[in-house]
């Protein structure tokens, strides 16, 4: 099917709608508005005219409005069944105004329908334009982009066809690529970007080359031939007649065009015009006799130029040794069939009479009437001839005036075109260098590309990268460990892949990462009874907007093993120091408390809660204000010593207590553990 759309080239359509509505405000209301869309394919065409056509009528009276008849024809069957249905997409929008879509269109389903009013004004066909009879008595043609897939010959043969089909002054409407080819004498052109014609008045000489394709069975032929058989045999006596009288009785005639070619010779007029050696012209001003000539030019222009009859009488022809006087007149016809064409008739006179009065005697008084017409004429001639001469200066001045503002246009077209080239230079230049900046990045790109993709395939860090909507992006080689994940899956979601450890809401914990953009931490363990750190962080582009989450998981199962151990431990530790009398606490090396026993909550009034939140040291300077020891806890290496102390407690008194310092050494170097015990004296 054709490629089309609704008012496609909206400038073109723009000088169709300013000439149809010329043409019609001059039309009779009583007569049809016909119009032919030849090759119509979907019918888009013929909507925007009818459309053009409703909006022309609308601004009629109703009295006054004639009935418009649209033929849409198209060759193929299943384009002109989507035209009838009158049904198109959405997308038609852009192609039309808000009004026109209100006016002439309702909404249905996915798209629109056109309305019943313009649908019955387009009556659709299929048809062929090679073979098929045309529509006649038209005023608008539109035949776009159908020739151009047609050869040269095809087109000579359908042009005279068009020019046939329509009225006179009808408009011929071409795509912008198409062309009357070597028919402009024809058709008036209106706009030559957009191909819009108007139909000459009068008929062409080319109108003998008419080649009508129409299609006729065979038995009608048959019938139609023994018809014409028939009906010969009753009128051959009034042919032979009508055929005697236009060879002996009816004087010598001819019918041209506005051009002087000959289109019809009536009767002998071998006395005025002849056939020259060289070219066949069948044109009047190439074939009349000398003398003849231009009388008979300013005849035709008078009658051309004022649409009368212009009579001349008794011009002198010499054949051989006689002189013959001839007369003839130019008639301008009006009537339909033959408007706007000239019937030229000749009269001959008979031979000039010979004077014979002696040499010596006076001129005569026929004599000098004679010299006083054709002074007569020659004045006439050379008026018309001056006449003449001024439409054709005034035509050469304008012609002249058009050539030089031509010239001035392409001189500055000219410099506008060297500015331009200069300026391709300098933007292909400019081109070249980014071009170059472009291929430096790509190769820094492809460079970073490389080592972040080796940086994560050797990093013991799984890493998996999503977007907003949770589909996987990439991922690096060790999260197979966690996921069953191959390299086709990157565009599927990751609720969709299995994973290799329990954690059934992590869905929604990505999701609340990316909406409060506030990341998240958490351990989790394998059916290999291996755990892991899993890290969830909002993806953040380099414009800072949030496009999905990174999952980094770092394995950790030797951490959780050690943890298991020294909890194991401390658990041990606190169990023996229960056993203990005195009251005893352990610290680690950053002083922070990792285990006590009864007999310390008991001695200096603590609890659970505020031996766990607080540092030894804090509670040493800050809650016992107990400096003599805070000395001793702040030296580098604190020494193995027992010693004694009194100092006041705030809510407990003065106590005398033996206080014990004790380390483990976890290097041979450094103490990494002190057990203090407290004792009262």
Request: proline share 3%.
């Amino acid at each position: 099917m054709g490629v089309t759309k609704f008012f496609r080239d909206k400038q073109a359509f723009e000088i169709l709608k300013e000439n149809i509505y010329s043409l019609l405000k001059n039309k009779n209301p009583q007569e049809p508005i016909r119009v032919w869309i030849a090759g119509c394919s979907t019918g888009e065409e013929a909507y925007s005219v009818a459309i053009l056509i409703t909006e022309y009528l609308d601004t009629l009276p109703i009295k006054l409005k004639p009935k418009a008849q649209i033929f849409a024809t198209d060759l193929d069957a299943n384009a002109i069944e989507l035209a009838r249905t009158g049904f198109y997409f959405s997308n038609i929008v852009s192609e039309l105004s808000a009004e026109q879509m209100e006016r002439f269109f309702i909404k249905k389903n996915n798209g629109f329908t056109v309305k019943k009013e313009i649908r019955e004004m387009i009556v659709f066909a299929q048809h062929n334009l090679i073979k098929d009879a045309p529509f006649t008595r038209l005023d608008l043609l539109c035949c776009r982009n159908v020739m151009i897939y047609l050869t040269t010959d095809l087109q000579k043969k359908i042009i005279p066809i068009f020019h046939y089909s329509l009225n006179v002054n009808g408009l011929l409407f071409l795509g912008p690529a198409e062309s009357l080819g070597g028919f402009h004498d024809i058709f008036n052109s209106i706009d030559t970007k957009w191909k819009l014609f108007e139909r000459k008045e009068g008929v062409s000489s080319l109108g003998k080359l008419l080649d009508f394709p129409f299609h006729i069975a065979n038995q009608e032929k048959l019938s139609k031939t023994d018809l014409t058989v028939k009906g010969g045999q009753k009128n051959t006596l009034a042919e032979n007649f009508n055929k005697l009288l236009l060879d002996n009785h009816t004087p010598p005639s001819l019918l041209l065009n506005d051009k002087g070619e000959i289109l019809f010779i009536a009767g002998n007029t071998s006395r005025f015009i002849h056939l020259h050696p060289g070219e066949a012209l069948m044109n009047i001003h190439h074939m009349i006799r000398e003398e003849l000539k231009y009388v008979l030019g300013n005849a035709i222009h008078q009658a051309l130029s004022n649409r009368s009859k212009v009579d001349i009488s008794e011009v002198k022809i010499k054949e051989k040794d006689r002189t013959y006087l001839v007369s003839f007149n130019v008639e301008y016809l009006h009537d339909l069939a033959l408007s706007g064409l000239l019937l030229v008739t000749f009269y001959e006179k008979g031979p000039t009479k010979k004077n014979t009065r002696k040499a010596n005697s006076a001129v005569t008084e026929g004599a000098v009437e004679e010299l006083e017409k054709e002074l007569t004429y020659t004045k006439q001639q050379l008026h018309t001839t001056i006449e003449q001469m001024e439409t054709s200066l005034e035509e050469l001045k304008s012609t002249n005036e058009e050539l030089q503002s031509t010239n001035e246009e392409l001189q500055s077209t000219n410099e506008e075109a060297l500015t331009t080239k200069e300026e391709m230079q300098s933007l292909n230049e400019e081109l070249m260098t980014i071009n170059l900046q472009y291929q430096t990045k790509a190769e820094e790109l492809i460079q970073l590309n490389n080592d972040m993709k080796n940086l994560l395939d050797n990093i013991e860090i799984g890493t998996i990268f999503l977007d907003n909507q949770l589909n996987i992006l990439r991922f690096t080689p060790q999260v197979t460990k966690l996921f069953n994940v191959i390299a086709t899956d990157v565009g599927r979601s990751i609720t969709h892949i299995v994973s290799n450890f329990e954690y059934p809401s992590i869905e929604n914990t990505i999701n609340q990462v990316i909406e409060t953009l506030v990341g998240k931490e958490l351990e989790v363990k394998t059916k290999m009874n291996e755990w892991y750190n899993l890290r969830m962080m909002p993806y953040r582009t380099m414009d800072n907007f949030i496009n999905g989450a990174v999952l980094t998981f770092t394995k950790i199962t030797p951490i959780k093993s050690m943890s298991a151990q020294v909890q194991g431990l401390l658990r041990y530790t606190q169990t023996v120091i229960n056993q203990l009398q005195d009251a005893t606490i352990v610290i680690d090396e950053e002083k922070k408390v990792l285990v006590y026993n009864r007999h310390f909550l008991k001695l200096f009034h603590f609890t659970d809660l505020e031996i766990t939140e607080l540092s030894f040291l804090e509670i040493v300077n800050n809650k016992w204000h107990f400096k003599l020891l805070l000395e001793k806890l702040l030296v580098d290496t604190p020494v193995e010593e027992e010693f004694y102390l009194q100092h006041h407690f705030n809510g407990i008194g003065l106590l005398g207590l033996h206080i014990s310092i004790e380390h483990i050494q976890t290097d041979t170097n450094e103490p990494s553990i002190l057990i203090l015990k407290f004792r009262k004296a």
